[in-house]
């Protein structure tokens, strides 16, 4: 009789523990699988890619790329995401790991092969510098600013929001005033 | 008296401060800056100071922006250096970029032009440099210039690239074939029509910017005095130029004053013969171009971009030198020099760099290189064996050159394998192992192949393999998975076990049970 109820007590044990889940981890193992997890502790930035400039100036873009597989009708290639802020992540890497994520194509040139001392963005979802005319590329924006230098130079803090944009006019269709005419 | 005293101190002093005129003489040497650059950039990248620039580790950048300027400034300043090496690089990676759709690129015509030019520094021939997968020898001129139009066009990317196209075709004042798709005068019409009303240049909008109106008259100079409308563009530009200089000699582009423009008025005015130590237009308050040049030079003997001190831009601090600001003063001091030696420009690589053939020797250094191998080689070793091959290959014969020649391509086409081993293995990690939330145990396969290929890596080509943290995160997760499905099924089975116990002894327990009563009834049916 004692020997049932033991059998009956085990069996319940171990259903409840096949319920509870089987995926038992020291510290160290979930702390590297929930890295990128957002916590109410966690910092975060928001990075977003947009290339709303190309659908104002379609008529500049290489044919080639006229279609909505590489120009989202809404210019939306990326919208809004928060990502973990890791210790020194700069603009680069939360890009990076944004098109990681999001299998999103990107190339660019690494810092060491850049004579500014960056890594150059040099395409995003197969739109590459002068793909919309002679003026044309990609551009950051960290909370509303357009730093004067490389993206793997700028180091992030909690809460920034990075905004990757198309310009088709060297930053001026979308409000980088440093570039050009209106500071002179 | 007191006053006295302070006066004649301050003449003292205004006397001393004289005396070292003599030294400063040798400030404005443009060889002397130049070598300074040099010996900067040397101990910047680590490369000890009687050891040539061009090698392995500079050679590593061969075809980059970041690279080939500095070769051109060498060989324009008539260095001794290790071009070979480095043109061997150079033409492997052209080859390998002209087997890509686009080529070298596929709306950058200034690729080739750049190329072009470290090709004539290092000696090379870009009419024929390397092969395409044809065969067919691989014309950077042709490609670059003249028939780019057949695949882009030139201003693709804006006037920048008519201005480099005119500069590349210069160098050699290379003829165009009557089935071009460019002519000369095309591309001098285009840089003459995109001039802005003050005689200036710019990339974009209407305000000239001084590296820009620069570039354009370096193209145009070979044209002045032959061609009245380019004659009155020089003029036009000049004085925008001389307009925009700032008081200290140097000039502001973009909204930061720095270095790289005033090294490229230097090196304007050199091309069209216009001496910039002496032109009244480019003096102001005394300042020359190169002193405004040397305000930026560090004690290092490298120069800073600007010292518009930006708190944020890390690039350009104004306490460190930069390789930028470094290599386009690198070729200001060439430009500079040449025009002071009474040779070519800068640009113009006709005649004195005509270079005799004298015959290549494979030396017995060079064979014990060969020799000296890793029996496992590793990216590394690629400048090495990639400049060795292209010597062999150019050298006069020697007994053990097929030996040789074998052994260097046998390593080159290792160095490959491993090269695309690395390629394939970043390939598949970006492939198959995001997002992150999707990764199952069904990937384990995938996870496992990916680090047994990366641990069967050498350390030097491990490094080249991007975001390998990611690999741990996701070989970790699916391990854990794994182990979680190892626990199920072995806690299931005690379960199963336990429960098939269970009934076996209530099911023991009931016939027991049964046979008491059988045995019980039994007795009562002897009886009867």
Known sequence: MKKDILAVFGIVLIIALLISGTHIQSADEYYLTHIDDITPESETVTLSIRCDTVLQNYENLDPALKSAEFVPPDGVILPPTEYVLREGDTVFDILERAVRYNKIQMEFQGAKESPFGSVYIQGIHYLYEFSCGSLSGWTY??????????????????????????????GQDVGAGWMGEDEK | MGKRLLTSLICLALIFGIIPCAAAADETNPLLIAQGIIDWKKADIGISAGDDLLCGKFSELAGSTAGDWYPVGLSRLGKADNYAEYLAVLKDRVEKRYRQSGKLSAVKATEWHRLTLAVLAAGGDPTSFGTDENGQPINLIADGTYDRGKTTSLGRQGINGWIWALITLDTKRYEIPENAYNTRDDIIDKILSSQLPDGGWALGGGVSDPDMTAMALQA??????????????ADDALLCLSALQLPTGDYESWGTRNVESTDQVIIALCCLGIDPMRDARFIKNGNTLLSGVLRYRRPD?????SYDYDENNPASLPDMSNSMA????????AALWRLQNGMRTLYDFRLENEKSDAEVVFSDADIKAVNSLPEKLTTKQYVTVTALLDKLERSADFAEKDECRRKLAAAKEQIAKIQAEIDDINAQIREKLYPFESISIRDKKTVDLIVSRYNALDDDDRVKIERWEDVIKTKTQVDGLLRALIIGIV??????????????RIYRKRRRKAKETERFFSQFADED
Request: proline content about 3%; some cysteine.
């Open chain 2, 326 to 333: 470094g290599e386009q003063t690198l070729l200001a001091m």
């Open chain 2, 491 to 504: 806690l299931g089975t005690v379960a199963f076990l336990l429960f098939v116990l269970l009934v076996f």
């Open chain 1, 141 to 170: 924006r960290v909370d509303g600013e357009f730093p004067h230098y490389g993206c793997s130079l700028y180091k992030l803090s909690d809460g920034q929001n990075i905004e990757w944009i198309y310009t088709c006019a060297l």
């Open chain 2, 220 to 233: 145009l100079a070979p044209y002045v005095g032959a061609d009245a409308k380019v004659q009155k563009a």
């Open chain 2, 301 to 305: 003997g490298g120069f800073v971009h």
